[in-house]
């Protein structure tokens, strides 16, 4: 049973506008969440993540959304660059407890067309 | 700057070959994982360590076995690799405390024929 769920395997979004990436979870126990950015062949790069003690956090172009009572989490990246393409995972743990291994979602594709 | 390093990047080797893939880090942390991964699907939790001489497996059930003698080293080992094997392995390292992200090595992509 996926504990993270990632609905969208894929997302198209022009050059200069915005990307929405959601992600849902359903372990209650989970208070810290992060997105990490995927090329193909390579290891996951961390990008921004979230504590369970607020609702928004933003880092440049990127700013990820937490509703907790929803248990679901969104990443905005605006504008949109060529060099956002990638793979973007949401993972989950329950980190403020002691920093547990963290759960994936299984991705979704993102492709900014110029 | 992460300083985690995996080796090989890329393995094709033989069914029933004993293989060990290499994860090393340099940052000094305590807590390290091994996770599977296949094109579209979620990275899965194959084996982890909390410090020196402490290993767990988990989510996923996996054949690899794991060891930690020293806290910079955390290698995988197949003892008879199967085509069902077949997959990309990513090492990763945190810091303990809260909240802290998992650094990710480059990967390994094996491939047993």
């Known amino acids: 049973d996926q504990q993270v769920k990632q609905n969208s395997p894929s997302l198209s979004v022009q050059e200069g506008r915005i990307s929405i990436l959601n992600c849902d979870y359903t372990n209650s126990m989970f208070d810290y969440f992060l997105w990490y950015k995927k090329y193909p062949a390579e290891g996951p790069t961390f990008l921004i993540s979230?504590?369970?003690?607020?609702d928004k956090n933003e880092d440049g172009r990127f700013t990820v959304f937490l509703n907790k009572s929803a248990k679901h989490l969104s990443l905005h990246i605006v504008p949109s660059q060529p060099g956002d393409s990638a793979v973007y995972f949401c993972?989950?743990?329950?980190?403020?407890?002691?920093?547990?291994?963290?759960?994936f979602g299984k991705g979704t594709r993102l492709s900014v067309i110029a | 700057e992460a300083d985690i390093y995996q080796t090989p990047r890329y393995l094709v080797i033989g069914t029933g070959k004993k293989i060990t893939l290499e994860c090393s880090q340099t940052?000094?942390?305590?807590?390290m994982y091994w996770y599977q991964q296949d094109p579209g699907m979620e990275l899965h939790l194959i084996h982890y360590s909390y410090g020196v001489n402490s290993t767990e497996k988990g989510d996923l059930s996996s054949e690899s076995t794991v060891s930690r003698i020293r806290t910079e080293h955390f290698p995988l080992t197949l003892e008879s690799a199967r085509p069902s094997h077949t997959s990309q392995y990513l090492c990763?390292?945190?810091?303990?405390?809260?909240?802290?992200?998992?650094?990710f090595g480059q990967g390994t992509r094996l491939t047993v024929v």
């Open positions: 990763a390292s945190s810091t303990p405390g809260q909240g802290a992200e998992a650094f």
């Open positions: 979230i504590s369970s003690i607020k």
């Open positions: 940052m000094g942390h305590d807590k």
């Open positions: 993972a989950a743990s329950r980190g403020l407890a002691g920093n547990t291994p963290l759960v």
